[in-house]
C-alpha cells in the first residue's frame, strides 16, 4: 500500500490495535514515528484515538492556567470534558454572545477568550451540560453573524483565570451570570444552572420594513434553527409583528440568539426578537397571515386584521399588548448588562428582494363608493401610483399600477386585510404588467371606470432621496398632518375632520414645527377614510394639507 493512500481512519485503527498490545517503550515509539510518517501529507486534522493505558485517560487531562498553555490549534477530541473549545469566532464577538450559545445547556462556570486568535474556551458547570451542548450544535452548527462557529471538547478538564489577561472575561461573565438570574433565568445549582429558555414562541418586530415580509420569508429564515411549527403575523403599534413557535425551545434560544438585530434584507428589515409569554400558539386558520404547519386541514378564515387568528385575542391597533422590551443582541435578556458589552453590528440575511410585477388586483372593494382618485391616494402613500382601472363588469375589483414592484410590495404589505368603506379589502399581484388604457371608443363610463395618474402631482416619492422613504408606516388611527399655514388653529382642523363625520379623539400640534400635527381618530378605518378624503385638502389659496399615516400615539 502506498503512504498516499493511508486514510486516518485506517492508521488510527492501526495504532489503537498496536497500543493496545503489550510493547515496550522503544517500540511504542517506532510505532508513533511511522504513524507520523504515514500521515505526513494528511495536515492537522488526524488526532491520534485514546490508547488503552492510564496515562492516556480523561482523568490525566491537565488544568489551564491562563492563555499560557491553552492550545489553541487542538481538535475536536473524543473524549468529554466540562471544558469547550470554540474556534472561528467574529473578530469582533463579545463575551455576551459565547456565553449566550451556551445559554440553553446549562451555566457557564469560567470563560477564557483568545481574541487574536479568535477561539475561546467555556467551561460547564457540568459534563452533562457540555456533552448536551456538543451534541446539539454537531446537528445545528451554530452560525454568529453569517460565520459558523466549531464547538468541540478541550483537551482540558478544568481552566483557570487567575491570569490577570483574563479578567475582563470573567467580570463580563459575572455580569452576563447576575442578569440572567436577575431575570429569572438562572437556577443555583452546579447542574443545569439556567432552563433551555422562557418559551418555544418567539415574539418578532421587523423595524424599517422597505420590503414586504410574509409569513413564507419567516419560515424560511428561521426554519434554518429548528422546526418551526406556527406562525401568526400581525400589525400592532404600527409595527409588522409576528409570533412564532418552535418545536423545542432551544431551537427558539439558537435562533433568537443568532438573528435578533439582523437584517432580513440589506439596509432593511431589521429583526427585533424577543421571547412571547406564550407557551404555545393555537392557530385558528391557515391564511396569509396565519399559519399551522402541521395542520393542513385548517379553513381559511376572513382575513380581517382584528380577528383572533389565534387562541388568545389580540388587543385593538396601539395597544400594548407587547411592551418594547427588546435587548440589542444575543439570547440573554440582559438588563443589567453593561451597554459595552452588546455592540455588534447589523448584519443582512443575504436574502435576495422579490421579482414581481407592479400591478395589484385589489377585490371585496364596494362598488357604491370606490373610485379610481380613491384607490389612487390610498395607495400612494407606498408609492407612485401610475394607473387604476376598476373592472367593468366587477366593479368590486381593480387594478392598480405601481412605479415599480417594490412600491406594490410594500402596497400589497401594508393594505392587504384591511377595511375599507366597512369591506375587508384583499391585495395580491396581479398577472397583469401593466393596466391597460381604456380603447378608443370606449364608452363613458369605462373611460371613468379607469384613470391615469403618470403625471399627477400628488405623487409622494417622485423626488430622489425624499424624505417621504423614511416615513412609510402600517395604517394607524393616528394621523400626521403637515403643510399646515400657521394661520389654521387647532380648532379648525379638528372641525375639518369632524364636521365630515369623522371621531377626533386627540390632537396635538409638533412642539419645534408648528406646521406639523398629529390627529387620533377612533380607528384605522375612520383614519383611512379621512385621509382619502383629505389629503390634498386647500386650507388657504397656496396652501393643500398633506395626511399620511404615523407610527406615533398621543
Not at 424599517?208 to 429548528?226: D, H, R
Not at 391615469?452 to 388611527?477: M, T
Request: glycine share 4%; charged share 15%.
Amino acid at each position: 500500500m502506498l503512504f498516499s493512500d493511508v486514510t486516518n481512519q485506517e492508521v488510527s485503527s492501526r495504532f489503537s490495535v498496536e497500543a493496545a498490545e503489550p510493547h515496550g517503550p522503544k517500540q511504542l515509539f517506532l510505532l508513533l514515528i511511522i504513524a507520523r510518517l504515514l500521515l505526513s501529507d494528511h495536515g492537522p486534522e488526524f488526532t491520534f484515538p485514546a490508547a488503552r493505558s492510564e496515562n492516556m485517560s480523561s482523568a490525566h487531562l491537565s488544568p489551564v492556567d491562563g492563555t499560557d498553555r491553552l492550545c489553541v490549534s487542538e481538535r475536536a477530541q473524543c473524549i468529554p470534558s466540562p471544558v469547550l473549545h470554540l474556534r472561528q469566532l467574529p473578530a469582533d464577538i463579545s463575551e455576551q454572545e459565547v456565553v449566550a450559545l451556551a445559554h440553553p445547556f446549562g451555566r457557564v462556570s469560567k470563560l477564557i477568550t483568545l481574541r487574536t486568535k479568535n477561539q475561546a474556551f467555556l467551561e460547564m458547570a457540568s459534563e452533562e451540560a457540555a456533552v448536551t451542548m456538543v451534541n446539539y450544535y454537531t446537528s445545528a452548527p451554530p452560525t454568529i453573524r453569517n460565520q459558523p462557529v466549531y464547538i468541540q471538547y478541550s483537551n482540558h478538564r478544568e481552566l483557570k483565570t487567575d491570569n490577570t489577561s483574563n479578567q475582563r472575561a470573567q467580570v463580563a461573565l459575572q455580569a452576563i451570570s447576575t442578569a440572567a438570574l436577575h431575570s429569572g433565568n438562572m437556577a443555583s445549582g452546579d447542574g443545569w444552572g439556567l432552563v433551555p429558555a422562557p418559551s418555544a414562541v418567539l415574539r418578532i418586530i421587523v423595524e424599517n420594513l422597505f420590503y414586504p415580509v410574509t409569513l413564507e420569508v419567516l419560515q424560511q429564515i428561521f426554519s434554518k434553527f429548528g422546526s418551526v411549527l406556527k406562525i401568526i403575523t400581525f400589525t400592532r403599534n404600527n409595527q409588522f409583528q409576528a409570533l412564532l413557535q418552535f418545536s423545542d425551545a432551544v431551537h427558539a434560544q439558537h435562533a433568537k440568539a443568532s438573528l435578533d438585530g439582523q437584517n432580513i434584507y440589506n439596509g432593511c428589515c431589521t429583526l427585533r426578537i424577543d421571547f412571547s409569554k406564550l407557551s404555545a400558539l393555537n392557530v385558528k386558520y391557515n391564511n396569509d397571515k396565519s399559519r399551522d404547519f402541521t395542520r393542513a386541514d385548517l379553513p381559511t378564515g376572513e382575513l380581517d386584521p382584528t380577528a383572533t387568528a389565534f387562541g388568545v385575542a389580540l388587543p385593538p391597533y396601539g395597544a400594548a399588548a407587547f411592551p418594547p422590551t427588546f435587548h440589542q443582541h444575543t439570547g440573554l435578556p440582559m438588563a443589567a448588562v453593561p451597554g459595552s458589552l452588546v455592540s455588534p453590528p447589523r448584519v443582512a440575511l443575504q436574502m435576495a428582494p422579490p421579482a414581481v410585477h407592479s400591478v395589484l388586483l385589489v377585490s371585496n372593494l364596494d362598488p357604491e363608493r370606490v373610485s379610481p382618485h380613491c384607490l389612487f391616494i390610498l395607495f400612494g402613500v407606498y408609492g407612485d401610483v401610475q394607473r387604476v382601472k376598476i373592472l367593468f363588469n366587477k366593479k368590486e375589483n381593480a387594478l392598480v399600477q405601481m412605479s415599480d414592484a417594490t412600491q406594490a410590495q410594500l402596497a400589497m404589505s401594508h393594505l392587504n386585510g384591511q377595511r375599507l368603506h366597512g369591506n375587508v379589502i384583499r391585495v395580491t399581484l396581479s398577472k397583469h404588467p401593466v393596466v391597460q388604457l381604456p380603447r378608443v371608443g370606449a364608452g363613458p363610463e369605462e373611460q371613468t371606470l379607469t384613470q391615469d395618474f403618470s403625471g399627477s402631482a400628488l405623487h409622494r416619492f417622485k423626488k430622489p432621496g425624499s424624505k417621504n422613504f423614511n416615513n412609510i408606516f402600517p395604517p394607524s388611527a393616528t394621523l400626521h398632518l403637515s403643510n399646515i399655514p400657521s394661520s389654521v388653529s387647532e380648532e379648525t382642523l379638528k372641525d375639518l375632520f369632524s364636521t365630515r363625520g369623522f371621531s377626533v379623539k386627540a390632537f396635538k400640534f409638533f412642539q419645534k414645527d408648528r406646521k406639523m400635527a398629529l390627529l387620533q381618530l377612533a380607528s384605522v378605518e375612520e383614519a383611512i377614510e379621512a385621509l382619502i378624503e383629505l389629503h390634498d385638502h386647500q386650507l388657504d389659496h397656496n396652501q393643500h394639507l398633506r395626511v399620511s399615516f404615523s407610527k406615533s400615539t398621543i
